[in-house]
């Protein structure tokens, strides 16, 4: 299980964000997050995902307390827990090509996770500028599929792709659920979207 207990969480100036957040994400089931524009849901997705330290509450990755985020996050907590964010551009360096941006997570089988994702060896030796968002956000979860994570956060993964490309990445984030009991916190303001490919929806409500 991925908890969140009481969390508090916000930015340096200013009114928390999350003012007492309580989550659970068990493994093998998708826990979809929906709530109104600004109401911290990126926000809890960048704790959760264990990039962004709250200003209190607690974290547990099966049980265990996470007490360093971003880079002092224990390498086996930041192995556990996979993110993948709406915008795949500014998640990676324009510079690799996508077969390199793959590779460069722990444990990449690229070929293996090329093949999961739906990425040609064509696709894989183009650079970001060459290829749409859709095809860079199929690099960007096999990157954070890589390691083979117990929990996934996916922040409006799909927000900025169409529809049938929408479809192929939830099944495969489906089908690690369904195979390898991955945890998935799915956030959406897409209440439709979520409905259908999540176990149970919870609403984060605007603390402004
Ligand atoms: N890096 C930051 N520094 C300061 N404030 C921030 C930062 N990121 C977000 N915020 C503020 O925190 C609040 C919650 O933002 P957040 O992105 O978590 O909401 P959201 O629910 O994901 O919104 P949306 O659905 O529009 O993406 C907003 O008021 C936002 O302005």
């Known amino acids: 299980m991925l908890t969140g207990k009481n969390l508090v969480a916000g930015y340096r100036r200013g009114e928390p964000v999350l003012d007492g957040v309580d989550v659970e994400v068990p493994g093998g089931a998708v826990v979809g997050l929906a709530g109104p524009s600004g109401c911290g849901k990126s926000t809890l997705a960048k704790v959760l995902g264990l990039l962004h330290r709250p200003w209190s509450g607690r974290i547990e990755v099966d049980g265990t307390e996470v007490t360093g985020f971003r880079h002092r996050t ?25 077969r390199e941006i793959v590779a460069e997570a722990a444990g990449a089988d690229v070929p293996a996770l090329a093949e999961e994702v739906g990425l040609t060896a064509e696709l894989l030796s183009r650079r970001p500028h060459e290829v749409s968002d859709g095809q860079l956000q199929r690099a960007c979860l096999a990157r ?65």
């Open 144 to 208: 954070a599929l890589a390691p083979r994570p117990d929990y996934l956060v996916c922040d409006e993964m799909t927000a900025m792709l169409d529809a049938s490309t929408t479809a192929a990445l939830v099944r495969v984030v489906d089908r690690r659920v369904r195979e390898r009991g991955t945890g998935v916190l799915a956030i959406s303001h897409d209440e439709e979207l979520l409905r259908h490919c999540a176990d149970h929806v919870v609403h984060l409500n605007a603390s402004i």
């Open 74 to 98: 224990p390498r086996h907590q930041r192995l556990a827990v996979g993110i993948v964010f709406q915008h795949p551009r500014p998640a990676v360096d324009p510079r690799l090509t996508l």
